[in-house]
């Protein structure tokens, strides 16, 4: 398994910021992935941090919204644009390696007043 | 597009009962299953898995065994401890390296003494 840091760990924010947050791995990745998880629900998909590239986003998310960044192998960033209070949720980032196995960081508790 | 459905909770047993919690799934070709763990206040811990039908998947005291017959991966313990109290997430992984997670809703299971 992979040891897996995010950054905040929680945050109260006012409508209309912005919240980066960041997501860091002990060791080399192949894959990583951001996922929203909002009050009592299951985990969504957001997309896909590609190294070197444009993130590949899922239905219903866009890039203006959760811009992402990967620079390299161990580090990623998800920023939650323009907030508004149905953005409270939990984001997490997971990884991957080669096989199909996800491990996942601890989460970012956002709230948006 | 691949599906997970798990059992309403929450479940709430005794101490030492038997646990089952029922999860199905949809989709093409041989995914892999997966059950995670979130415990209150935390981030999702990958709990087992199995990649191919047949498999069981085992770790502390917790078994699913993938059948594809029925599509299922049912998630059993002999007894339950009240540190077992979290929430349980079944989730397959689509055909591939590392590809996304598609998660059911969670059930979330309450052990009291």
């Known amino acids: 398994s992979a040891v897996i840091s995010q950054k905040p760990s929680r945050d109260i924010c006012q409508r209309g910021t912005s919240l980066t947050i960041q997501c860091q791995v002990d060791s080399q990745v192949t894959m990583m992935f951001w996922y929203r998880q909002q009050p009592g629900q299951s985990l969504t998909l957001i997309a896909t941090a590609n190294q070197g590239s444009e993130a590949t986003y899922e239905s219903g998310f866009v890039i203006d919204k959760f811009p992402i960044s990967r620079p390299n192998l161990t580090f990623s960033t998800l920023t939650v644009s323009n907030m508004s209070p149905e953005d409270s949720s939990i984001y997490l980032c997971s990884v991957g390696r080669s096989t199909d196995t996800q491990y996942f960081g601890p989460g970012t508790r956002l709230t948006v007043l | 597009g691949d599906s997970v459905t798990q059992m309403e909770g929450p479940v709430t047993l005794s101490e030492e009962a038997f646990l089952t919690i029922n999860c199905t799934y949809t989709?093409?070709?041989?995914?892999?299953l997966f059950w995670y763990v979130q415990y209150p206040g935390e981030g999702l811990q990958l709990l087992l898995k199995a990649t191919k039908a047949d498999d069981k998947g085992s770790n502390k005291g917790f078994e699913a065994t993938y059948r594809k017959e029925t599509t299922s991966f049912h998630l059993e313990k002999g007894s339950v401890q009240v540190s077992d109290s979290a929430v349980y997430f079944c989730a397959l992984s689509g055909t591939g390296t590392a590809s996304k997670l598609t998660f059911g809703t969670g059930t979330r299971l309450q052990v009291t003494l």
């Open positions: 989709a093409t070709g041989y995914p892999s």
